[in-house]
């Protein structure tokens, strides 16, 4: 069983929702009311952070589950947490400035092309082998 993917998982969907709270606290702070997607300039980046984070989610939570049934439970999860740590950079440095969240999204880049690279790999060798 991948207990370290699925632990990695909950951290995930647990960032996540700290994002979502940031947006909250942050359409308070700047006084941007629901529905509006925009506003203040500092809104409008923690707004990014929480959507950006999202549109990752479905590209990053199934190349984790495939590298671990495929490759490693232990080296998914490994994996995991540095895409959550690359995740953290991205939140802090485009909460400063637009042009400091390149650092945490190529990492976070990094991390997915590795994932899709195991999971083929190991795909491919379960159809070589009999898997």
């Avoid at 945490?104 to 880049?109: E, H, P, W």
Wanted: with cysteine; glycine share 8%; proline share 5%.
């Amino acid at each position: 069983m991948p207990h370290y993917t699925a632990l990695v998982t909950v951290l995930t969907v647990l960032f996540y929702s700290y994002t979502v709270f940031l947006v909250g606290r942050a359409r308070a702070q700047f006084k941007v009311p629901a529905p509006a997607m925009s506003g203040h300039p500092e809104f409008d980046r923690i707004f990014r952070v929480q959507m950006n984070t999202l549109e990752w989610m479905p590209i990053f939570l199934p190349l984790l589950w495939l590298f671990a049934f495929y490759v490693s439970d232990i080296a998914a999860a490994a994996l995991g947490l540095v895409w959550i740590a690359a995740r953290i950079l991205y939140v802090v440095g485009y909460t400063e400035a637009a042009g400091r969240r390149g650092l945490g999204f190529t990492l976070q880049t990094a991390v997915c092309v590795v994932l899709l690279a195991g999971a083929v790999a190991g795909i491919a060798s379960s159809f070589v082998h009999g898997g």
